[in-house]
């Protein structure tokens, strides 16, 4: 009997245990209403938020930024940080602050894991970033940088992608592209060609420099502060060099190339019409006379 009572009593006593646990969550259920409604509130305006904010990110990016896999990158981050720091303040209004220091420390920890994991990834992904808002290139430029030239058809988070002219694709990290210098032909409208050539020794050479300055200057106008440019550089093996330079529509090098190959055909006529030679390397070989005069006998055997 008495161990029946004491049984009785135990469970009892366990009961209203468990009641006055669970009437303590309830009670303190009921006090944090209030601030369960806030952080409610603050998730929702977070979410609201977050897609303003995207709305105008995107008015933006879409003037400075042709890349569509970078925008929508940049977007999906603006609006997990913007939710992200919603939920963070929800969790201080509900005074869960050891839950908050607790996943911020987990995120430190994962942040850096995978920083260190992915160095190389994300140096070319930061790398991508910048080159997206540099504004020294662009879509469609022709650049030339490490040995490799070419149009600009994509900037993405890990790779530059330039099309050669002999439509050949180069895909170069975008670390290695930002690190070096390049060359963007395309962000000057003209640009300066030089010509070299040379002629005979003899020739009358302040005729030779008007007649190729007046050609250039008929056939490539020159804008502006522009002016053709001549210069004798060097008395030559065979000949007297010089060089001639001017400006063109230049913001690729086959353009440069097509001005090129005009002037030559056009100084190179103008020198035949006025008798002006352009000579060719001449060698002359002596032999001693010995063998000279065995290389006759030879021949009149």
């Given at each position: 009997?008495?161990?029946?009572?004491?049984?009785?009593?135990?469970?009892?006593?366990?009961?209203?245990?468990?009641?006055?646990?669970?009437?303590?969550?309830?009670?303190?259920?009921?006090?944090?209403?209030?601030?369960?409604?806030?952080?409610?509130?603050?998730?929702?305006?977070?979410?609201?938020?977050?897609?303003?904010?995207?709305?105008?990110?995107?008015?933006?990016?879409?003037?400075?930024?042709?890349?569509?896999?970078?925008?929508?990158?940049?977007?999906?981050?603006?609006?997990?940080?913007?939710?992200?720091?919603?939920?963070?303040?929800?969790?201080?209004?509900?005074?869960?602050?050891?839950?908050?220091?607790?996943?911020?420390?987990?995120?430190?920890?994962?942040?850096?894991?995978?920083?260190?994991?992915?160095?190389?990834?994300?140096?070319?992904?930061?790398?991508?970033?910048?080159?997206?808002?540099?504004?020294?290139?662009r879509i469609g430029d022709?650049?030339?940088?490490?040995?490799?030239?070419?149009?600009?058809?994509?900037?993405?988070?890990?790779?530059?992608?330039?099309?050669?002219?002999?439509?050949?694709?180069?895909?170069?990290?975008?670390?290695?592209?930002?690190?070096?210098?390049?060359?963007?032909?395309?962000?000057?409208?003209?640009?300066?060609?030089?010509?070299?050539?040379?002629?005979?020794?003899?020739?009358?050479?302040?005729?030779?420099?008007?007649?190729?300055?007046?050609?250039?200057?008929?056939?490539?106008?020159?804008?502006?502060?522009?002016?053709?440019?001549?210069?004798?550089?060097?008395?030559?093996?065979?000949?007297?060099?010089?060089?001639?330079?001017?400006?063109?529509?230049?913001?690729?090098?086959?353009?440069?190339?097509?001005?090129?190959?005009?002037?030559?055909?056009?100084?190179?006529?103008?020198?035949?019409?006025?008798?002006?030679?352009?000579?060719?390397?001449?060698?002359t070989l002596n032999f001693?006379?010995?063998?000279?005069?065995?290389?006759?006998?030879?021949?009149?055997?």
């Open positions: 009997m008495n161990t029946l009572l004491f049984t009785a009593l135990q469970v009892t006593d366990r009961f209203d245990k468990l009641y006055n646990k669970l009437y303590g969550w309830y009670d303190a259920f009921i006090l944090k209403l209030p601030n369960l409604a806030l952080a409610i509130i603050v998730v929702i305006a977070s979410y609201f938020l977050a897609r303003g904010i995207n709305s105008i990110l995107n008015k933006l990016l879409d003037k400075h930024l042709q890349d569509k896999s970078l925008k929508s990158i940049l977007n999906k981050l603006v609006y997990l940080i913007v939710v992200a720091a919603g939920f963070f303040i929800a969790l201080g209004l509900l005074n869960l602050d050891q839950a908050l220091t607790s996943l911020l420390a987990g995120a430190g920890v994962v942040a850096l894991a995978i920083g260190l994991a992915l160095q190389s990834t994300l140096s070319n992904t930061f790398s991508g970033v910048m080159l997206s808002f540099l504004p020294k290139i022709f650049v030339e940088t490490n040995g490799y030239h070419g149009f600009v058809t994509e900037i993405n988070l890990r790779n530059i992608i330039l099309r050669q002219p002999d439509n050949k694709i180069v895909i170069m990290p975008n670390s290695k592209f930002i690190e070096e210098a390049f060359t963007n032909y395309s962000l000057e409208a003209r640009g300066r060609v030089t010509v070299s050539c040379g002629v005979a020794y003899g020739s009358d050479l302040r005729e030779v420099e008007r007649l190729v300055r007046e050609l250039v200057e008929t056939n490539f106008k020159q804008n502006g502060n522009e002016r053709v440019e001549f210069y004798f550089t060097e008395f030559g093996d065979s000949s007297i060099n010089f060089m001639t330079r001017f400006h063109i529509d230049y913001v690729k090098k086959s353009q440069m190339y097509r001005a090129q190959h005009q002037a030559i055909l056009l100084i190179n006529d103008i020198f035949a019409q006025n008798n002006i030679n352009i000579p060719f390397p001449i060698r001693p006379k010995e063998f000279m005069d065995g290389i006759n006998n030879r021949t009149k055997q």
